[in-house]
């Protein structure tokens, strides 16, 4: 077996008793970047020296002993997540050149680990987008099917694990943008409850909405990961003083004692019959583990689309009117003007989806629509707040699809950006409500692309998830379980 298809979990077992180096490991990813990345195109840049020397840092705490659960362990960032010295670029022109002062609260945990930064991946503009296809730099392959998309807007960091560029990712999760790609290649994605990782240095799209979660090849690997990445962080306003667990204790067998939520909603018009099949059998799995299965409604799930799209764009006319030209980021030289450089720089930087996306906002945020439109879609969010709540009354934790359909092919919905937002209907209403959830593989479709099986559950209690995800890996055997690429 070659180093880079080793899962976190076994890395660090070979690491810690001597049989694999970081440097090792680190250069088994590096070449396999070199090897496959102009096929998959994951990654948006990467840091082959930087990386060689925290692994050779890591080599030495490890000898040492002093090593703590990600020592040495080869990751990539989304390139939305500030990192000191090293370009961050949102997958935008308007940042194409632009090196942050200060790293993400998380991108400083990794490293506090000793993991190894190999690159930034690639990503939606803005984190706008449903399948990466928006990214000014590169748009990453679904490694099990190249010409379909890898999912969006953490495309780079799925595609990056699934073909086994690094040992695990993390992205960032607005309305589902670590679930999705999660699904449609086949990896382990975890979106954690609104306040359980820090948010700061993770560059704003929806303040309301944004989260940083992990991407991995398999549960165990996700749950050590979330281990490292949680907690509160005075600099981030929205973080949450909540004592964090030990989310690997909670990967055990069995689920009795625990009731599931099947929510009829998830299951109407539209939804493709191998994803329902892949779900049906997540549910037996977990009626079979012990778990008592029970019905219930989240009547508010049609008005998601909606108020996910109004909220979100509106606080993207406001997140990103920093960018003008003025202070950082592009600006065009040839206007005449204070107002023809505002203009200009806005127009030629910004993609087609991300200016779609600030108007919404700004016309919804606008003298004599803002009650019509932000406000009114701000009274419906808390109903569907509410339904989640009432719906945990009655169970721990609920399953679904993650999305409608498994990954459609490069340019199928490129003049129809609604049939794209409709593709996040089954994600954004986990957003909208602050609660966990996660994608964990469950199948295959007949032509051989990943199904994945969604859980959700209450506030701050994503042991349950990962209890539940896992007991749905060990029946599937689908752990680790990775593309063949030439």
């Known amino acids: ?51 060689l020397k925290q692994a050779d840092l890591a080599d030495k705490q490890i000898k040492t002993g002093t090593q703590k659960p990600l020592c040495g362990i080869p990751f990539s960032l989304k390139d939305l997540l500030c990192t000191r010295g090293m370009i961050t670029t949102c997958g935008s022109k308007i ?3 632009f090196v942050p002062p200060y790293d993400a609260t998380v991108v400083e945990k990794l490293q506090n680990q000793g993991a190894v930064i190999v690159g930034k991946v690639a990503m939606d503009e803005f984190a706008m987008g449903s399948t990466s296809e928006n990214c000014a730099f590169a748009v990453p392959e679904n490694p099990w099917k190249t010409g379909y998309v890898a999912g969006g807007s953490s495309g780079g960091s799925a595609a990056s694990v699934a073909a086994m560029e690094c040992l695990g990712s993390l992205g960032s999760d607005t309305g589902g943008s670590v679930r999705q790609p999660a699904s449609l290649c086949g990896v382990v994605g975890v979106k954690p ?3 359980r990782v820090s948010r700061y240095g993770l560059v704003a799209f929806a303040s309301s909405l944004d989260q940083v979660g992990p991407l991995s090849r398999d549960v165990t690997d996700a749950a050590l990961t979330m281990n490292c990445i949680s907690g509160y962080d005075a600099r981030d306003s929205t973080s949450v003083q909540e004592n964090v667990p ?17 929510p009829h909603e998830y299951f109407g018009e539209g939804l493709n019959s191998e994803v329902a099949e892949v779900v049906t059998n997540g549910i037996q799995i977990l009626r079979d583990a012990g778990a008592e299965i029970v019905e219930l409604s989240l009547p508010h799930t049609e008005y998601c689309v909606a108020v996910y799209y109004l909220i979100a764009s509106a606080e993207a006319s406001s997140n990103l009117a920093r960018y003008d030209g003025t202070i950082y980021g592009y600006r065009d030289h040839d206007a005449e003007s204070l107002m023809d450089m505002y203009h200009e720089s806005r127009s030629k930087g910004f993609g087609d989806e991300v200016k779609r996306r600030i108007l919404i906002g700004t016309y919804a945020l606008s003298s004599g629509y803002y009650d019509a439109y932000y406000k009114q879609a701000s009274k419906v969010r808390t109903l569907i707040m509410n339904d989640f709540k009432k719906a945990y009354e009655s169970c721990d934790l609920i399953i679904s699809p993650v999305t409608p359909t498994p990954a459609w092919k490069r340019g199928a919905h490129a003049d129809d950006p609604l049939a ?17 959830g996660i994608s964990v593989p469950g199948g295959f479709s007949s032509e051989g692309l990943p199904i994945g099986i969604q859980l959700q559950g209450p ?14 890996e060990r029946a599937t055997q689908l752990g680790n379980i990775c593309p063949k690429i030439p």
């Open 459 to 472: 506030h701050f209690r994503e042991d349950v998830l990962f209890k539940a995800a896992f007991n749905i």
């Open 95 to 97: 940042l194409e050149n």
């Open 193 to 195: 409850t609104y306040g």
């Open 1 to 51: 077996m070659n180093p880079y298809e080793l899962t976190i979990g076994q890395a660090k077992t070979e690491l810690d008793n001597g049989g694999l180096s970081s440097r090792e490991l680190t250069l088994s990813c590096l070449d396999r970047i070199k090897s496959v990345d102009g096929d998959i195109n994951a990654f948006i840049s990467v840091a082959e020296e930087s990386a």
């Open 420 to 436: 794209l937002y409709l593709s996040d209907i089954l994600t954004i209403s986990a957003n909208l409500a602050g609660i966990p």
């Open 246 to 262: 030990d989310f690997t204790a909670s990967l055990t067998e069995g689920m009795a004692g625990l009731k599931v939520g099947v």
